[in-house]
C-alpha cells in the first residue's frame, strides 16, 4: 500500500486519522450552520459570507504558515492548527450574534491555512516518486472521511432533530481531543534546510515556478466546484429533493464506497504507471459528471435512481483526481521549500472557496438550479483545457520551462 515502504507508517496512520478528526470538525460546523435552526435561520448570503471570509484569512495567512513550517519544522504548526480549528467550531457554538461569525470564521481560516500547509508538507516529506499518489490519495480518504463524517452526518443528526449548537460543541471537543492525539503520536518529518532562508525568499521561489502557474486554470475551478457544493448541499436537500434520512444514508454511502475504490485504485495505478494527467483529466470528467447529475435531478431524482448504477461509477471515476492532482503538486516541489509549495495549493484553495460559494450564490439566486448546472459544467470545461498545459513531470523533467534559480 506504499505505508510501511514509506518507513513512516505510524506516523502517516496517525496523520491520517488526526486529519479525518479535525476536517470533520470543520464540515459539521458547516452543516450546522445552515440549519435553519441555527441563529434562527441564516440567509444564503450569510452563509456564503462565512463561506468567503475563511478562505480569504486563509490566504492572509497561508504565505507565513507554509514558509515557516520549513524553517521551524511541520509538527508545531499541524499542532497550532487543531486547536484553531477546535476553537473556531466552540466560538460557533457559544455566539448569539450572526456578525461575530464572520469573525470566528477568520479564526477557521488560520487553522485551515496551518493545518493544510503543515498535514501536506509532511506527506510529501515521507513520499517518494514510487509511492506518492497512494500517500496522497490516503490523505484525501481521511479528508472525505472527515467530510462524510462531518457534514453527512451533521446534516443527518440535523434531520433527526439534534440542535446545531450541540453538534457544534461535539466537533469542538473532537478536534481538540485530535490535538491531544497528535502531540504524542505524530512525529516531525521536515528535512531542514542547509542554508537560510527568508520568508520571501522561499515564497518567491515557489512563485516563480512556470509549472505552479500552470496548475492555477486547474486547480482553481475545480475547487471552486468543490466550493460550490459546500455552500449550496443544504438548501438544494432541503429546497428541491424528498429525502429521508435514510435516502441520504444510502446516496452517502453508496458515492463514498465508490469513491473510496476510485482514489486507492486510481492512485496505485498512477504510481504504478508514473502518470498524472489522465488520471486528473479522468477525475475531473467524472466528478463534473456526478455533480452536474445531482444537480439536473434534483427536482426529478426519482429519474436518476431509474439508472442508479451510473452514480457509484461516476463516484469510482471521480476518485481519479484526488491523488494525481496532489501527487503533481509534490512532484513539482523542491525539498527545501515544500511548505511554501503546499502554502501554495492553500492559495489555490482558497481562491476557489471564495469563487465557488460567491458565484454559486449567485447563480442559485438569480438562475435557480439550473444556473448551478450550467456553472459546474463550466468550471469542469475549464480545469479540463488546462489540464492540456501541464506536462507530465517524469517524461520531460520540464528543464525548458522552470524559472526557479
Known sequence: ????????????????????????????????????????????????????????????????????????????????????????????????IVTLLFVFAGLFGMGAAAEVTSTLSMIADCSSETN???????????????????????????????????????????????????????????????????????????ARDKRIQLMLPVYIPIISLYGLLISNAENILEEHFSFTATDLIVLFGMLGIALVAGIVTMGHLSDRLMKR????????????????????????????????????????????FPPAAMAYLTDVSDEESRGSTMGVYSIFFGTGMIIGPATGAFAYTTYGIWGLGGLVALFILIAVIGTYFMPEVHESGLPEIVGND
Open 1 to 96: 500500500m506504499g505505508l510501511r515502504a514509506s518507513g513512516h507508517f505510524l506516523t502517516l496512520m496517525a496523520l491520517y486519522l488526526v486529519n479525518m478528526i479535525m476536517r470533520a470538525s470543520f464540515y459539521i460546523t458547516i452543516a450546522s450552520i445552515q440549519s435553519n435552526n441555527y441563529l434562527g435561520g441564516l440567509s444564503e448570503w450569510e452563509i456564503a459570507g462565512v463561506l468567503i471570509i475563511y478562505p480569504i484569512i486563509e490566504l492572509s495567512t497561508v504565505s507565513f504558515f507554509g514558509s515557516y513550517s520549513d524553517k521551524v519544522g511541520r509538527r508545531p504548526i499541524f499542532i497550532a492548527s487543531l486547536f484553531m480549528t477546535g476553537g473556531a467550531a466552540l466560538l460557533f457554538s457559544l455566539t448569539p
Open 277 to 320: 494527467r489522465p488520471f486528473i483529466v479522468a477525475g475531473l470528467i467524472g466528478f463534473g459528471a456526478l455533480s452536474f447529475l445531482l444537480v439536473a435531478y434534483a427536482d426529478n431524482f426519482a429519474g436518476l435512481w431509474a439508472i442508479w448504477p451510473v452514480l457509484p461509477l461516476l463516484g469510482f471515476l471521480a476518485g481519479a
Open 132 to 206: 506518492r499518489a497512494r500517500l496522497m490519495g490516503y490523505f484525501d480518504l481521511s479528508t472525505l472521511m472527515g467530510l462524510a463524517g462531518g457534514y453527512g452526518l451533521g446534516i443527518i443528526l440535523l434531520q433527526f432533530g439534534v440542535m446545531p449548537n450541540l453538534i457544534l460543541l461535539a466537533g469542538a471537543a473532537a478536534c481538540f481531543i485530535s490535538a491531544i492525539i497528535a502531540m504524542f503520536t505524530i512525529r516531525e518529518t521536515a528535512v531542514m534546510a542547509h542554508h537560510e532562508y527568508s520568508i520571501m525568499q522561499l515564497l518567491s521561489h515557489v
